[in-house]
């Protein structure tokens, strides 16, 4: 079964700092990817994702994501950070063969920005 | 475009209880998925309906069960109540369904079980 590790519980960053958040998974084949972002009290909003070719995807708000197939990963950067990207994020991943549109999620990365 | 649409957005109920949760999706989606959020399980998928028909489930007892509707619309529903039944439910809808859709969610219908 395909599973997605998140290994950070909870990141603390100061405003302007860069950030990296980490995805792992484990699947047979390279899944859809995907980073999804949740404010308190909302849904989740997609920020990028990744199904195939150049493996540096460019997202919403200025975030980026690098697929890594020989680590498995595809962890989310961004240059530098704004206290409104203080939220919780989630990584995402789609079985790529057939029709089933099941995310399976990681279990998160609450991300607070200091002042 | 009207994003997908949540109702109600809050819920209490009691143990034992049965309750149906709505969404409403884009226009012109025909994919509607349910997950469950909770901080203890996360996020977990419950169902995907299509075209009327259920096209995937997740894991969830038989007290969990949902239905779509001819104009996409997706109602689901939770009979006999428990306490660990309160959670967030959220709704995402797709154009299609297919992996390579995106699924845009609702601000989801926080459930509370006494």
């Known amino acids: 079964a395909q599973s997605v590790t998140q290994p950070d519980i909870h990141i603390t960053v100061s405003e302007g700092a860069s950030l990296e958040l980490r995805c792992n998974y484990s699947?047979?084949?390279?899944?859809?990817l995907f980073w999804y972002v949740q404010s308190p009290g909302q849904g989740l909003q997609l920020l990028l994702k990744?199904?195939?070719?150049?493996?540096l995807v460019q997202g919403i708000k200025g975030f980026e994501a690098e697929f890594k197939r020989s680590q498995s990963s595809f962890n989310l950067r961004k240059p530098s950070v704004h206290w409104s990207d203080a939220a919780e994020y989630f990584c995402?991943?789609?079985?790529?063969?057939?029709?089933?549109?099941?995310?399976?999620f990681g279990s998160g990365t609450q991300l607070t920005v200091l002042p | 475009k009207a994003g997908v649409t949540q109702t109600p957005r809050y819920l209490i109920k009691t143990r034992g209880q049965q309750v149906t949760l709505s969404c409403s999706p884009i226009?012109?989606?025909?994919?509607v998925s349910w997950y469950q959020q909770t901080p203890g399980q996360g996020l977990q998928f419950l169902f995907e309906?299509?075209?009327?028909?259920?096209?995937n489930k997740g894991n969830f007892p038989g007290r969990f069960s949902g239905r779509q509707f001819s104009n996409s619309r997706s109602e689901m529903n939770v009979s006999t109540l428990e306490l660990g039944d309160s959670a967030l439910y959220l709704c995402?809808?797709?154009?299609?369904?297919?992996?390579?859709?995106?699924?845009?969610f609702g601000p989801g219908t926080r459930l509370t079980v006494l």
């Open positions: 990744y199904f195939s070719g150049d493996t």
């Open positions: 699947y047979g084949a390279t899944p859809y």
């Open positions: 995402a991943v789609v079985n790529p063969s057939g029709s089933a549109r099941q995310l399976t």
């Open positions: 226009s012109g989606h025909r994919s």
């Open positions: 995402a809808s797709s154009l299609m369904t297919g992996g390579a859709d995106e699924q845009f």
């Open positions: 309906y299509f075209s009327e028909t259920q096209r």
